[in-house]
Nanobody
Framework: VQLQASGGGLVQAGGSLRLTCATS????????MGWFRQAPGKEREFVAG????????NYADSVKGRFTISRDNAKNTVYLQMNSLKPEDTAVYSC?????????????????WGQGTQVTVSS
């Protein structure tokens, strides 16, 4: 199983980025997908999650209204559209896959993880 996150970079506050997580080796449409982030010196935190079909999503309060998670089961890919970025969004963002049928915010409940992609938001 492989999860590969990409799309990070350096952006000014107020800008946008779109992260992509391409997966292989798993039945993608049977996995809840999540995005997490970890800033230097801080614990990893849940950002957003999406159900198998995309019909249910969950967001951290800190990103609600600014970030949108989506998935394309035909491409085995999950996305995170990040708008109105703030310096406090700076972190390494990672995608994860969970076999449960509902979106969980707990990192330890996710079964597979990809390498992260760095997002840096300058003020």
């Amino acid at each position: 199983v492989q999860l590969q996150a990409s799309g990070g970079g350096l952006v000014q506050a107020g800008g946008s980025l779109r992260l992509t997580c391409a997966t292989s080796g798993l039945t993608f449409s049977s996995y809840v997908m999540g995005w997490f982030r970890q800033a230097p010196g801080k614990e990893r935190e849940f950002v957003a999650g999406i159900s198998w079909t995309g019909g249910s999503t969950n967001y951290a309060d800190s990103v609600k209204g600014r970030f949108t998670i989506s998935r394309d089961n035909a491409k085995n890919t999950v996305y995170l559209q990040m708008n109105s970025l703030k310096p406090e969004d700076t972190a390494v963002y990672s995608c994860a896959a969970d076999r449960r049928s509902f979106v969980t915010t707990r990192a330890y409940e996710y079964h597979y993880w990809g390498q992260g992609t760095q997002v840096t938001v300058s003020s």
